[in-house]
């Protein structure tokens, strides 16, 4: 059982793996009395009961060992772990509950929803800007059941400070001095989430297995909702007086170098992979006569309409067949390279309220409405997003309007707000994840790196909280293009949108788009910074011409040849090889007729293989090793890929939008299609050899310059080192 042993195991176990216990294994569970087959999808049920019969009903069940019952040692007063790691500082508190059988278990989860719904939850609110961030979660599972609360501390804030605030928010609920309305706007959030989980096959999917999982009826398993409106508000509170008796685990991370494992780098002879390997069950698979699904296109008119709010405003409208759900988004072509105080002016609207609500009553009107409300920033792009139900769309767009036209912010809020981003930012540059994204983007971009391009800590501190949302009401004076999808008819979506872009709209126009250029150096460069890590994480990346239809099938095929775990860089790196944790290579074309292309590779490695690797993936980039066989798997798998992967309702608006952006025509997948079932090895390596084989690259390595092979490394490319403050712009 988990918690009483090394999750893992250690090494020993990973050298000495008994095959004879892996057999047994399987043969004690792999039975069909242990099993369930969930299928969700446009099938004929009969039909398939028939066909699940015939192939299964042969199973011959096998008596399970009956589940053995863990006993947990009680928990008495705090326990306390400590690690080291370098990084922002963390606390973790973990409170046992119960499993998810328990009568309990109902009232728990609207606990932590009390806790942290995202919006108006007592931690969202009362610690907003009292940590740098925090929240909670809960687990149940058969067994066992616990719940946590995280959180991570302001500059000069203690974990110990931390700790006392996120326990403060348990004493609020146990003293039952909460406000009534949360319960119920709870059970609106999860029929919500309910709702849009089933829109989808995979969420019905994932329904049906957490049930069987979980040893649930379906029944039961739909009951949580109605389970949870029957419950009051002395119940949650008994709950929390019971399970947050003062008995938890609290775990700090503290800001330090950990103790570096020392792994050697065995000597492995490179497998022979046959691409073309067919096992028995497979050869007889393929082989199968199957009726073919045809590929099924967008219609304009028919899966969606387009229509005309106010001059260079545009709607976009599609149906939502399924319920009551709605989501909107308002795209205004004005991003950060345009104006980079947007990303703060979108952080302090978040604690910002109206003339009439205040920062805190937005929060809880919006969670009371069971609409989700965000605001995000592109380098070209601001989008205003809105989802939730269609009968609150009205409502849910006025209090939008309303915030984005009158905002208003309290006092002491952006003199607490600075500390935290930038505290945030002091974090990011001991983040080994972040530093190689900001390395990455720096060999790319240069000064034009999102990382150079922020607004200096000195600077940010300056700014006027009035500029910044002003800023951010004069989003709505430029042209747009707004998205529906839902329920509602357009017309009756377009006269409410048409009221907030009447009379009074300036009908500015958006600045040009600013395509953004990869260097291209004349030979390979590789940029290293140096950080005591066991593992190595590297990219390569070469600059492409911009996005060209043209090249689209040819693209799709060389990126099924090479990506995944059945293509050609993890099969050669990972399995083949054993350089790498991780690897994996993508062609990536521009979201934008104008952007570039861009090929990128990324290797997780053992530090001390680094040099090999990388000298590895280059001869993949630059000498694709031409395979008959890897090619018709790759072809067959885009074909099938374009007869079953229908745009749901959802995606339809998002599609469009892409085409009209990318400049090409609606719906281009049927000569996408055409032109991939034509194709033929030659071309695919046509592409290679143009666009990829040869060319510079640009090599970013994050990792401990003890454990790498710099020289071998230094045959690769010019090695520059840089330090954190050189990629980062604050």
């Known amino acids: 059982p988990y918690g009483q042993q090394t999750i893992l195991g250690s090494v020993e176990h990973l050298k000495n793996p008994s095959l004879r216990r892996m057999y047994e294994f399987f043969e004690r569970y792999y039975v069909p009395n242990n099993m369930a087959i969930i299928i969700s999808g446009d099938i004929d049920i009969p039909g398939t009961i028939e066909l699940i019969d015939a192939h299964f009903s042969g199973w011959e069940p096998a008596k399970l060992p009956k589940p053995e019952k863990w006993k947990e040692k009680s928990l008495t007063g705090v326990e306390r772990v400590e690690v ?24 728990l989860t609207i606990i932590d929803m009390i806790l942290d719904n995202r919006v108006a939850g007592l931690i969202n609110l009362n610690l907003q800007q009292q940590v740098r961030d925090a929240g909670s979660y809960p687990i149940q599972s058969n067994d066992y059941g616990a719940q946590y609360l995280w959180g991570i501390p302001k500059q000069d804030q203690t974990l110990e400070e931390v ?15 909460f406000e009534d309305w949360i319960i ?28 069987f999982l979980a040893f649930e ?54 497998i022979a992979i046959d691409p073309g390997r ?22 304009p008119g028919r899966d969606f309409r387009t229509g005309t709010i106010a001059s260079g405003v545009r709607l976009y409208y599609s149906s939502n067949p399924v319920n009551d759900l709605f989501s909107l988004s308002i795209a205004i072509d004005l991003g950060l390279l345009a104006d980079n105080r947007l990303a703060v002016a979108r952080e302090l609207l978040d604690k910002s309220g109206t003339s009439t609500l205040d920062g805190e009553k937005m929060k809880k009107e919006w969670y009371r409405l069971g609409t989700d409300f965000s605001i995000s920033n592109g380098d070209h792009r601001t989008t205003i997003s809105l989802s939730g139900l269609d009968e609150n769309f009205a409502t849910s767009l006025a209090l939008a309007m309303q915030l984005l036209r009158e905002p208003s912010v309290e006092a002491g809020v952006w003199e607490e707000l600075v500390p935290i981003l930038l505290k945030r930012r002091t974090d990011a540059m001991t983040d080994s994840r972040r530093i190689g994204e900001a390395l990455y983007q720096y060999n790319r971009l240069g000064d034009q790196a999102p990382y ?37 008819p357009m017309e009756r979506g377009a006269e409410e949108l048409a009221r907030y872009y009447g009379a009074g709209f300036a009908g500015r126009t958006p600045p040009p788009y600013q395509a953004l250029t990869t260097r291209r150096p004349d030979a390979t460069q590789i940029f290293f910074l140096h950080r005591e890590m066991a593992q190595a994480i590297c990219r390569i990346e070469i600059g492409n011409p911009p996005y060209a239809e043209s090249l689209r099938p040819a693209i799709q095929l060389y990126n099924e040849y090479v990506s995944g775990m059945s293509g050609l860089v993890f099969q050669e790196l990972r399995e083949a090889r054993a350089l790498a944790y991780s690897a994996g290579a993508r062609y990536l074309m521009g979201q934008h007729r104008q952007e570039e292309n861009l090929m990128v ?28 066989d890897r090619f018709a798997a790759a072809k067959r798998a885009q074909i099938q890929r374009y007869r079953t992967s229908h745009l749901g309702f959802r995606q339809v608006l998002g599609a469009v939008l892409t085409w009209e952006r990318q400049g090409v025509a609606i719906d281009p997948r049927g000569w996408r299609y ?20 040869g060319r510079p690259k640009l090599i970013s390595i994050v990792g401990d310059r003890a454990r790498i092979d710099m020289e071998a490394l230094a045959a690769v490319g010019e090695i520059t080192e840089l330090e954190v403050e050189e990629i980062f712009g604050f």
């Open 184 to 211: 119920p706007a709870i059970v609106t959030d999860f029929k919500k989430h309910y709702k849009s989980r089933f829109e989808r096959n995979t969420g019905r999917v994932e329904l049906l297995r957490d049930a």
């Open 163 to 177: 700790e006392t605030l996120l326990l403060a928010q348990l004493e609020i609920i146990k003293s039952g001095d």
């Open 601 to 628: 590779g990324t290797i997780g490695c053992q530090a001390d293989k680094t040099a090999e690797a990388v000298q590895a993936f280059i001869a993949i980039f630059d000498d694709t090793p031409a395979s008959p």
């Open 674 to 693: 055409d032109q991939i079932r034509q194709a033929e090895l030659a071309a695919m390596l046509d592409f290679q050899a143009e666009y990829i084989a």
């Open 278 to 299: 067919k096992s028995s069950f497979m050869a007889r698979t393929m082989a199968m006569e199957v009726e073919e699904i045809e590929p099924s296109y967008i219609v």
């Open 452 to 488: 150079q391009r922020i607004i200096p800590n000195a600077e940010l501190e300056g700014l006027e909280p009035a500029a910044l949302l002003t800023l951010m009401s004069s989003l709505l004076d430029y042209g747009a293009t707004i998205s529906y999808n839902g329920s509602l």
């Open 217 to 270: 009826k379906w029944r039961e398993a739909l009951g949580e909702v109605e389970r949870m409106e029957k419950l009051r508000k002395k119940e949650i509170v008994k709950a929390a007086i019971k399970y947050f008796d003062g008995d938890y685990v609290a775990g700090y991370r503290r800001d330090g170098q950990q103790d570096l494992a020392a792994i050697e780098k065995p000597a492995i002879d490179p």
């Open 84 to 107: 080291s790691y370098p990084g922002e500082e963390y606390v973790l508190l973990a409170f046992r509950t119960v499993s998810n059988h328990h009568r309990d278990a109902e009232a």
